[in-house]
């Protein structure tokens, strides 16, 4: 096998956008990406936050909201992709304890590493009544990479990566998400030259 047909994986990682990408969508974004395979990459922005509620979001569908814990969050613009949809990034929840394999809800991506992404609604019921589970970010739309275009970008120095961290996207306030997720490598931002460099 020859070294650039070797793919990397980075699904359950992050991609930090580099300053100098000033692309208006991914500028200064952290995406956490649920699946990055030689077809291409699918992942969710985890620190743009739309203007609608999580409250806002359960009364259209027409769900009460009984969580104070999600009352006052928001809605997070995860993607250009199908962005009247709602995804759900939760941690894994399991119908059998004895069968760790079955998700609960009846269209969930596993993701390794630990998450999972729903996209039926049966999440958002078990939401609105209190269950479900208790770590989440709900987004409208996701964003996608066909095939070697991620590769691509990251030849270009639009991104970095690491390995995903669940306390920046559940516990970590979205003002300080990109300055953890680049903590996550050592670096802070006034680190970062936007320039690629050249030898």
């Known amino acids: 096998m020859s070294a650039d047909s070797a793919l990397i994986n980075l699904t359950n990682h992050f991609l930090i956008a580099m300053p100098g990408l000033q692309d208006e969508l991914f500028g200064h974004s952290v995406v956490y990406l649920c699946e990055h395979s030689q077809r291409g990459a699918l992942g969710l922005v985890i620190n743009k936050p739309c203007d609608i509620s999580l409250k806002n ?90 095939e070697g275009q991620l590769e691509s ?15 920046v996207i559940f516990d970590t306030p979205v003002a300080q998400r990109y300055a953890q997720a680049l903590q996550l490598l050592g670096l802070e931002a006034w680190m970062l030259s936007g320039e690629a460099g050249h030898a």
């Open 57 to 146: 979001l359960f009364d259209k569908v027409e769900l009460p909201l009984t969580r104070p814990d999600l009352a006052q969050a928001l809605v997070f613009y995860g993607g250009p992709v199908q962005t009247e949809r709602g995804f759900v990034l939760h941690e894994a929840t399991f119908a059998d304890a004895d069968k760790p394999a079955d998700p609960v809800y009846a269209s969930t991506m596993s993701i390794p590493g630990g998450l999972e992404m729903t996209t039926s609604k049966d999440v958002l019921e078990a939401i609105s009544t209190g269950g479900g589970p208790r770590k989440v970010l709900i987004s409208l739309g996701y964003s996608a990479w066909g």
């Open 153 to 167: 970008e990251l030849g270009e120095n639009s991104w970095l990566t690491v390995a995903a961290d669940t306390r």
